[in-house]
T-cell receptor, first 116, second 117 residues
């Protein structure tokens, strides 16, 4: 079973639309960390956010916001008023105490296409 | 530029040849990671170093693969007797962290794209 599931393979929106990228994870650890990374067409993974399992507060950073719900094992990412520059593949990842927090387990990614 | 750098950015090789990639992490980072990413997939963990010690290796890392970080700074990943299935993007990342303690976020380099013909 996948530890990190990003069910949306590809999402297409028009500029200025809001879009939510889903992430569902699976772990037996009580302490873990969740991450989101962006991979633009240039290929380099860009860190967006790190959240630990004890902090369920939603976070907002500019047009980005994250909704962490332990009850549903989800860590969803919303982009408000999307822009063409948001076009990229977005990855959700999990780091667990069981692995000594040494590795990131990534989902398969969601490709976001924002058209003008 | 103080980010993670990787060299070369692209490598084309013939099946059976050996290749070596280099990664230079962010200077103050003591952890260094190697991942492999194939088309349409997320990165998959290969191995990681805490300073110069290689602490974990994935089952993906066959005996044809070897990684080193001799002085706890840069790292090399060597693939011997390359196969077509080795074609992928090889990503290096670095972070701060202590053994068993939660690592900070990992910062990734631009990757080395390997094509085995």
């Amino acid at each position: 079973a996948q530890k990190v599931t990003q069910a949306q393979t590809e999402i297409s929106v028009v500029e200025k639309e809001d879009v939510t990228l889903d992430c569902v994870y699976e772990t037996r650890d009580t302490t873990y960390y969740l991450f989101w990374y962006k991979q633009p067409p240039s290929g380099e993974l860009v860190f967006l956010i790190r959240r630990n399992s004890f902090d369920e507060q939603n976070e907002i950073s500019g047009r980005y916001s994250w909704n962490f719900q332990k009850s549903t094992s989800s860590f969803n990412f919303t982009i408000t008023a999307s822009q063409v520059v948001d076009s990229a593949v977005y990855f959700c990842a999990l780091s667990e105490a069981d692995s000594g927090y040494s590795t990131l387990t990534f989902g398969k990614g969601t490709m976001l296409l924002v058209s003008p | 530029d103080t980010g993670v750098s990787q060299d070369p950015r692209h490598k084309i090789t013939k099946r059976g040849q050996n290749v070596t990639f280099r990664c230079d992490p962010i200077s103050e980072h003591n952890r260094l990671y190697w991942y492999r990413q194939t088309l349409g997939q997320g990165p998959e963990f290969l191995t990681y170093f805490q300073n110069e010690a290689q602490l974990e290796k994935s089952r993906l890392l066959s005996d044809r693969f070897s990684a080193e970080r001799p002085k706890g700074s840069f790292s090399t990943l060597e693939i011997q007797r390359t196969e077509q299935g080795d074609s992928a993007m090889y990503l290096c990342a670095s972070s701060l962290g202590s053994p068993g303690a939660p690592s900070y976020e990992q910062y990734f380099g631009p990757g080395t794209r390997l094509t085995v013909t």
